[in-house]
C-alpha cells in the first residue's frame, strides 16, 4: 500500500536521508504483514539532526511572526494535496479505518492552519511617563517532538505548529510502531519549510530516550503513558529541558437522568470507542445515574453488538485493529481478568482466531470500583457502566484516580451540568459534546495526566523563554 515513489526516509538538514544499518520493519496490524521499512537512526543521524535543528533555528528565531504563519500555511496546503495517499498510509499502518484516517489527514492541515491564524505575538509593550518595558516571548531553540501510535498525524501536527510559530527548530520522532506516514509528510515538506527547521528521525524504542537526553534538545513535547512520560522527565532533568507531558488518562463520563437516551447513546459510545478505544482522551468509565441504567445499558450494549470490526480498508469497518500486538495482549489479558473476577459482560467481544489485532467492543456491567477494569486504563474497547445515585457519589468515585486528564457530562440541565464539571479533577470537561480537542483551546492535563498545556496561544508561548527589557531614560 505504500505509493511507488516512497522509499521510507528520515529529513536531515533539509535533505533525505535512508538507512545506515539494518533497517526497522513496520507491520499493518491488521493482517501482521510488513508492509514496509524504515531507517533506525544512528547516533551520529541524530547527532545531525539536532545540529542541523541548531543551525537553522539562528535563522529562524529572527523571521517575522508571519514569514513563520505562511511557512504553516504552505505545509498544510501541501498536505491537503496529498489526503488520499497519506490516509491509505495511515490505515495500512495504524489499522484505523480509511475513513478516520482522511479525517485526520485533514485535521493535521487544519491544525497547521488554525496555529497560523493565532493572535500570537512575541512581546508586549507598556509605558509609564520615563519608564518603559518590553515584555518579549523568545524561542527556545531545539524542540524533540515525541509522538504516539494511535493517532500519529494529528499530534505530530500539535508538535509542529506550536514549536515552529514560536520560532523554534524540531526534531520530530514517530513511534517505531506508525513512522511511515510522517517519514512520507516530512518528504512532501523537506522543500516547503527551511532546511533543519523540521527534521524527522525514525527508530526503535533506544532512540526516544538517545533524543530526550540529547544536551543540544532544549523542549522536549512528548505524548504517551505515564511511566514513560516519568522517565522523560527524568532525561529532562539532566539537561534542564523544558517539557511538556500529555500522558495516560482514565477518563470519567458522567450521565445524568434527564437526557434524551436515544441521542446520548450514541455519542457517548463513539466517545469511549472511537479508533478502538486507543485514545487518550476517550471515556474508560461511564456513570450512568440509576433511573436510567437499565435502559442506558441496553441500548449501549445493542450498539456495540451491531458495530463492524475489520480490516480498516475494506468498506464499511468501523473499528479497526489494535494497532501492536503488547497492546492486544494488554487490552485481552484484562478482559480475561475482568471476566475471571466475576464481573458480568453485558457484550463479550469476539477476539477471533487468525491474523490481525482484532477485538469485538466488550461492554462491562457496573463492576467493583477497585476492580482492574476501573481503575486502569485499558486504551482498547473495553468499557465498564457504573451505576451512580447522587451527585456527591459520582463526583467522589469519578476523582477517584490518580489521572486526571479530561471527561465529559451529559445533561439538558446546563446550569447543573456545569456546576458539576466544575468539581471534576480534570484538564478539560465537555458538556454535552464528544471528547475533541480544539487547535485554539489550551489541552493538558492534571495529577498523572501530564504537566504543562498544548493547543492555543498558551501552547505556543510553552516553547518560549520570557525576557523583560525594563527601560529607564
Known amino acids: 500500500m505504500i505509493h511507488p515513489s516512497f522509499t521510507p526516509r528520515m529529513l536531515i538538514g533539509g535533505r533525505l536521508v535512508g538507512a545506515e544499518g539494518d533497517p526497522l520493519g513496520v507491520l499493518n496490524p491488521a493482517t501482521e504483514e510488513t508492509v514496509g521499512h524504515v531507517p533506525d537512526a544512528t547516533d551520529a543521524q541524530l547527532d545531525a539532526a539536532v545540529s542541523a535543528a541548531r543551525g537553522a533555528f539562528e535563522t529562524w528565531r529572527t523571521t517575522s511572526v508571519d514569514e513563520r504563519r505562511a511557512v504553516l500555511t ?3 496546503a501541501s498536505v491537503r494535496g496529498h489526503i488520499e495517499e497519506l490516509a491509505v498510509l495511515l490505515t495500512t499502518e495504524q489499522g484505523k479505518p480509511l475513513a478516520d484516517a482522511r479525517v485526520e489527514i485533514a485535521a493535521f492541515a487544519d491544525w497547521l492552519d488554525a496555529h497560523a491564524a493565532l493572535p500570537y505575538t512575541d512581546e508586549e509593550i507598556t509605558e509609564t511617563g520615563t519608564h518603559r518595558v518590553r515584555i518579549r516571548r523568545v524561542p527556545l531553540g531545539v524542540v524533540a517532538g515525541i509522538v504516539p501510535w494511535n493517532y500519529p498525524v494529528v499530534i505530530a501536527a500539535k508538535k509542529i505548529a506550536p514549536a515552529l510559530l514560536a520560532g523554534n527548530a524540531l526534531v520530530l520522532k514517530p513511534s517505531p510502531h506508525t513512522p511511515l506516514t510522517t517519514l512520507r509528510i516530512g518528504e512532501l515538506l523537506a522543500d516547503v519549510v527551511p532546511a533543519g527547521v523540521l527534521n524527522t528521525v525514525s527508530g526503535g524504542d533506544s532512540l526516544g530516550p538517545r533524543l530526550t537526553g540529547h544536551p543540544g534538545i532544549r523542549k522536549i513535547a512528548f505524548v504517551g503513558s505515564t511511566a514513560t512520560g516519568r522517565e522523560v522527565m527524568a532525561s529532562a532533568a539532566r539537561t534542564l529541558a523544558r517539557v511538556t507531558l500529555e500522558l495516560g488518562g482514565n477518563d470519567p463520563a458522567i450521565v445524568l437522568p434527564d437526557v434524551d437516551l436515544d441521542e446520548v447513546v450514541p455519542r457517548v459510545f463513539w466517545t469511549c ?3 478502538s478505544g486507543q485514545l ?3 471515556a474508560k468509565r461511564v456513570y450512568v445515574h440509576e433511573e436510567i441504567y437499565d435502559a442506558f445499558a441496553e441500548r449501549f450494549a445493542s450498539l456495540a453488538r451491531s458495530v463492524k470490526v475489520g480490516n480498516g480498508l475494506e468498506d464499511g469497518v468501523q473499528l479497526g485493529p489494535l494497532q501492536n500486538r503488547a497492546q492486544y495482549e494488554k487490552v ?6 475482568t471476566v475471571g473476577s466475576g464481573a458480568r459482560l453485558l457484550v463479550e467481544g469476539a477476539i477471533p482466531d487468525g491474523p490481525g489485532y482484532f477485538v469485538h467492543p466488550t461492554v462491562v456491567d457496573d463492576p467493583a470500583d477497585d476492580s482492574a477494569i476501573v481503575t486502569r486504563e485499558p486504551f482498547g474497547p473495553v468499557v465498564p457502566l457504573l451505576r451512580f445515585r447522587d451527585l456527591d457519589d459520582v463526583v467522589r468515585r469519578a476523582n477517584d484516580s490518580e489521572y486526571g486528564l479530561s471527561g465529559t ?12 464539571a466544575a468539581r471534576i479533577e480534570v484538564g478539560t470537561v465537555w458538556i454535552n459534546q464528544e471528547a475533541i480537542p480544539a487547535p485554539d483551546l489550551p489541552f493538558g492535563g492534571h ?3 501530564g504537566l504543562g498545556v498544548e493547543n492555543g496561544v498558551e501552547g505556543v508561548r510553552e516553547h518560549t523563554d520570557t525576557q523583560v527589557l525594563s527601560i529607564r531614560s
Not at 409 to 420: F, I, K, N, Q, T
Open 74 to 76: 504552505a505545509c498544510a
Open 273 to 275: 470507542f472511537a479508533n
Open 280 to 282: 487518550c482522551i476517550a
Open 332 to 337: 485481552v489479558g484484562l478482559i480475561k481478568e
Open 409 to 420: 457530562v451529559w445533561s439538558r440541565d446546563l446550569a447543573a451540568a456545569e456546576e458539576l
Open 447 to 449: 495529577k498523572s495526566s
